[in-house]
C-alpha cells in the first residue's frame, strides 16, 4: 500500500472532481426522471427508453474519448503536447460519424426504435414525441463530450463540472417551466423536457469553445489543428479505440436489450427500471471517478517509465475500489425508500414495490461494479490493454447474462425482481476474470511512440 498521503490527496482530489462531473451529467436525466415522474408515469417510461439511444450515444462517444484519454495520458506522462491536438482531431471524427448515424436512425425510425423497447402504446406515444425533439443534441453532445474527455489526459477536469452544472441549472430551470406550463409559458409535457435538453447541450458546447480560446493554454487547440491533423495517429488511434469501441457499443446494445426485455414485461417495470437505473448512476458516480482518475494515473506512470511503482499503486487502488463499493452500495440499500417519495402519487403500487426490490439488487451488485469495473477500465485500459475489456464482455453479455434473462423473462415466467438480478449479476462474477487478468501484469504495455534516444542502439 502506498502511505504518501500526497498521492491520496491528489488521487481523491481528481476522483472527487470526476464524481461531481458524473453526478451533475447524471443529475440532468435525474431531474428529468423525477420531473416528468411527477407530470405522468407514461410520460417518464418512455422518456427512460429514449434514455437508452442516449446511453448508447453516451458509451459510443465515451468509447471514441477513451481513445484520446490513453494515448494523451502517456503523452503528456512523456512531456510530449504536440501529437495530443492529432489524437484529438481524430477521436472527434470517429465520434462525429456515430454521432450521426444514430441522428439519422432516430429521425427516421423513432416508433420502430421504441418498438424494440417496449409493447406499451402510451409509452410508445411519449417516447416518439421526445425523439423528435431530442435527436438534434446528438452531434452537439458528441463535440462536447470528446473535447472534455481529451482535456482530462492532461488533467484538466474543473471545465467538465462547470459545463455539468450549467447543464443542470438550465435543464431543471426550462423543465419547470416548458413540462408543466408554468409562469405563462407552454405545457409540452415530454417535448418540454426534450427542449430543455436541447438548450442545454448547446450551452455546453458554447462554454467549452470558450475555454478552449481563452482559457487552456497547454494544448492551445484551435480549430486549424482540429481539422489539419498529422493523419499518421489514425493508426495509433485505431489500434487504442477500435476495441473500447466495439467494447462499448456492444455494451449500449445490450443496455437496450436489457430494458427491451423489461419493458417487455409491463409498463410498471419500465417506470420502475427507469427508477432504479437512475438512483444507481447517481449514487454510483464516485466509483466511476475512481475509475477514471485510476486510468489517468496508471497511464501517466506508464508513460513517465515509472512501471516498478505500479505494484504498489495498484494494490492500494483496488483496495480503495472495495470501500467506494462498500459505501456506495449502502447508500444506495438504505435511500430507497426516501427517493421514492419524490415521485409524489403518479407512481402505481405495483411500480413502487418494483422499484424497491430493483434498488435493493442494484445495492449488492455496486460492490462488485465498483472493483471489477474500476480495475477493468480503470487500471487495465489505462494501463494500454484496451482489447480485454471487450473480449470479456462480448462473452458474458451476449453468452450468458441477455440469454438466460430472455429465457427467465419469457419461458419460465420468472418474477421482475429475478429477470433483474439476472441482468446485472455479472457485476458479481465479472470480479474473477478481471482479478486474474490484472495480477497477470499482461496489461502493461506502452502504447506511445518511442523517443529517438529510446530507439537508438
Same mark, same amino acid.
Given at each position: 500500500?502506498?502511505?504518501?498521503?500526497?498521492?491520496?490527496? $491528489?488521487?481523491?482530489?481528481?476522483?472527487?472532481?470526476?464524481?461531481?462531473?458524473?453526478?451533475?451529467?447524471?443529475? /440532468?436525466?435525474?431531474?428529468?426522471?423525477?420531473?416528468?415522474?411527477?407530470?405522468?408515469?407514461?410520460?417518464?417510461?418512455?422518456?427512460?427508453?429514449?434514455?437508452?439511444?442516449?446511453?448508447?450515444?453516451?458509451?459510443?462517444?465515451?468509447?471514441?474519448?477513451?481513445?484520446?484519454?490513453? @494515448? &494523451?495520458?502517456?503523452?503528456?506522462?512523456?512531456?510530449?503536447?504536440?501529437?495530443?491536438?492529432?489524437?484529438?482531431?481524430?477521436?472527434? #471524427?470517429?465520434?462525429?460519424?456515430?454521432?450521426?448515424?444514430?441522428? !439519422? *436512425?432516430? *429521425? @427516421?425510425?423513432?416508433?420502430?426504435?421504441?418498438? *424494440?423497447?417496449?409493447?406499451?402504446?402510451?409509452?410508445?406515444?411519449?417516447?416518439?414525441?421526445?425523439?423528435?425533439?431530442?435527436?438534434?443534441?446528438? =452531434?452537439?453532445?458528441?463535440?462536447?463530450?470528446?473535447?472534455?474527455?481529451?482535456? #482530462?489526459?492532461?488533467?484538466?477536469?474543473? !471545465?467538465?463540472?462547470?459545463?455539468?452544472?450549467?447543464?443542470?441549472?438550465?435543464?431543471?430551470?426550462?423543465?419547470?417551466?416548458?413540462? %408543466?406550463?408554468?409562469?405563462?409559458?407552454? +405545457?409540452?409535457?415530454? #417535448?418540454? $423536457?426534450?427542449?430543455?435538453?436541447?438548450?442545454?447541450?448547446?450551452?455546453?458546447?458554447?462554454?467549452?469553445?470558450?475555454?478552449?480560446?481563452?482559457? +487552456?493554454?497547454?494544448?492551445?487547440?484551435?480549430?486549424?489543428?482540429?481539422?489539419?491533423?498529422?493523419?499518421?495517429?489514425?493508426?495509433? %488511434?485505431?489500434?487504442?479505440?477500435?476495441? /473500447?469501441?466495439?467494447?462499448?457499443?456492444?455494451?449500449?446494445?445490450?443496455?437496450?436489450?436489457?430494458?427491451?426485455?423489461?419493458?417487455?414485461?409491463?409498463?410498471?417495470?419500465?417506470?420502475?427500471?427507469?427508477?432504479?437505473?437512475?438512483? %444507481?448512476?447517481?449514487?454510483?458516480?464516485?466509483?466511476?471517478?475512481?475509475?477514471?482518475?485510476?486510468?489517468?494515473?496508471?497511464?501517466?506512470?506508464?508513460? +513517465?517509465?515509472?512501471?516498478?511503482? *505500479?505494484?504498489?499503486?495498484?494494490?492500494?487502488?483496488?483496495?480503495?475500489?472495495?470501500? !467506494?463499493?462498500?459505501?456506495?452500495? &449502502?447508500?444506495?440499500?438504505?435511500?430507497?425508500?426516501?427517493?421514492?417519495? /419524490?415521485?409524489?402519487?403518479?407512481?402505481?403500487?405495483?411500480?413502487?414495490?418494483?422499484?424497491?426490490?430493483?434498488?435493493?439488487?442494484?445495492?449488492?451488485?455496486?460492490?462488485?461494479?465498483?472493483?471489477?469495473?474500476?480495475?477493468?477500465? &480503470? !487500471?487495465?485500459?489505462?494501463?494500454?490493454?484496451?482489447?480485454?475489456?471487450?473480449?470479456?464482455?462480448?462473452?458474458?453479455?451476449?453468452?450468458?447474462?441477455?440469454?438466460?434473462?430472455?429465457?427467465?423473462?419469457?419461458?419460465?415466467?420468472?418474477?421482475?425482481?429475478?429477470?433483474?438480478?439476472?441482468?446485472?449479476?455479472?457485476?458479481?462474477?465479472?470480479? =474473477?476474470?478481471?482479478?486474474?487478468?490484472?495480477?497477470?501484469?499482461?496489461?502493461?504495455?506502452?502504447?506511445?511512440?518511442?523517443?529517438?534516444? +529510446?530507439?537508438?542502439?
Amino acid at each position: 500500500m502506498i502511505r504518501e498521503k500526497t498521492f491520496y490527496r $491528489a488521487f481523491f482530489a481528481l476522483t472527487l472532481s470526476l464524481a461531481l462531473q458524473n453526478l451533475l451529467t447524471f443529475g /440532468v436525466n435525474l431531474m428529468d426522471t423525477v420531473m416528468l415522474g411527477r407530470y405522468s408515469q407514461e410520460a417518464m417510461s418512455g422518456v427512460s427508453l429514449c434514455n437508452q439511444i442516449q446511453f448508447l450515444l453516451q458509451m459510443l462517444v465515451g468509447g471514441a474519448g477513451e481513445g484520446a484519454v490513453v @494515448l &494523451g495520458s502517456q503523452y503528456w506522462g512523456k512531456k510530449k503536447l504536440d501529437p495530443i491536438s492529432s489524437i484529438i482531431g481524430v477521436a472527434l #471524427r470517429f465520434g462525429a460519424a456515430l454521432s450521426v448515424l444514430l441522428f !439519422i *436512425l432516430v *429521425l @427516421l425510425f423513432p416508433e420502430l426504435l421504441l418498438r *424494440l423497447l417496449s409493447n406499451d402504446g402510451g409509452v410508445i406515444a411519449q417516447g416518439a414525441q421526445y425523439f423528435q425533439i431530442i435527436c438534434f443534441s446528438y =452531434i452537439i453532445f458528441t463535440v462536447t463530450n470528446i473535447l472534455v474527455a481529451s482535456l #482530462r489526459s492532461i488533467g484538466v477536469v474543473k !471545465i467538465g463540472y462547470a459545463i455539468s452544472f450549467s447543464t443542470l441549472c438550465i435543464n431543471t430551470a426550462l423543465n419547470y417551466l416548458l413540462i %408543466y406550463g408554468n409562469f405563462g409559458c407552454p +405545457e409540452l409535457g415530454v #417535448r418540454g $423536457a426534450a427542449v430543455a435538453t436541447l438548450v442545454s447541450r448547446c450551452v455546453e458546447l458554447l462554454i467549452v469553445i470558450y475555454y478552449l480560446k481563452h482559457r +487552456e493554454k497547454r494544448l492551445n487547440l484551435t480549430l486549424k489543428k482540429l481539422i489539419f491533423i498529422d493523419g499518421s495517429y489514425l493508426r495509433d %488511434y485505431n489500434r487504442i479505440s477500435s476495441p /473500447v469501441l466495439v467494447n462499448q457499443a456492444l455494451w449500449g446494445v445490450a443496455q437496450m436489450v436489457q430494458t427491451g426485455i423489461l419493458g417487455h414485461l409491463g409498463g410498471d417495470v419500465t417506470a420502475a427500471n427507469a427508477i432504479a437505473v437512475q438512483v %444507481y448512476q447517481v449514487l454510483s458516480v464516485v466509483a466511476y471517478g475512481a475509475a477514471s482518475a485510476s486510468g489517468i494515473v496508471v497511464g501517466r506512470s506508464i508513460g +513517465e517509465g515509472r512501471q516498478s511503482a *505500479l505494484r504498489s499503486l495498484v494494490t492500494t487502488l483496488q483496495a480503495l475500489f472495495i470501500a !467506494i463499493g462498500l459505501v456506495s452500495g &449502502g447508500l444506495i440499500f438504505l435511500m430507497r425508500a426516501p427517493i421514492l417519495t /419524490v415521485f409524489g402519487g403518479s407512481l402505481t403500487e405495483a411500480a413502487r414495490k418494483l422499484a424497491l426490490q430493483f434498488m435493493a439488487v442494484i445495492a449488492v451488485t455496486t460492490v462488485g461494479t465498483s472493483y471489477q469495473m474500476a480495475c477493468d477500465t &480503470g !487500471i487495465i485500459r489505462g494501463g494500454g490493454d484496451t482489447a480485454f475489456s471487450a473480449k470479456m464482455n462480448l462473452i458474458s453479455m451476449w453468452g450468458i447474462i441477455v440469454p438466460f434473462s430472455a429465457m427467465a423473462a419469457f419461458c419460465w415466467k420468472s418474477p421482475p425482481a429475478a429477470v433483474f438480478f439476472l441482468l446485472k449479476w455479472d457485476q458479481i462474477y465479472k470480479i =474473477i476474470p478481471v482479478a486474474l487478468r490484472l495480477h497477470s501484469w499482461k496489461w502493461v504495455r506502452s502504447v506511445t511512440r518511442p523517443d529517438a534516444a +529510446e530507439t537508438a542502439p
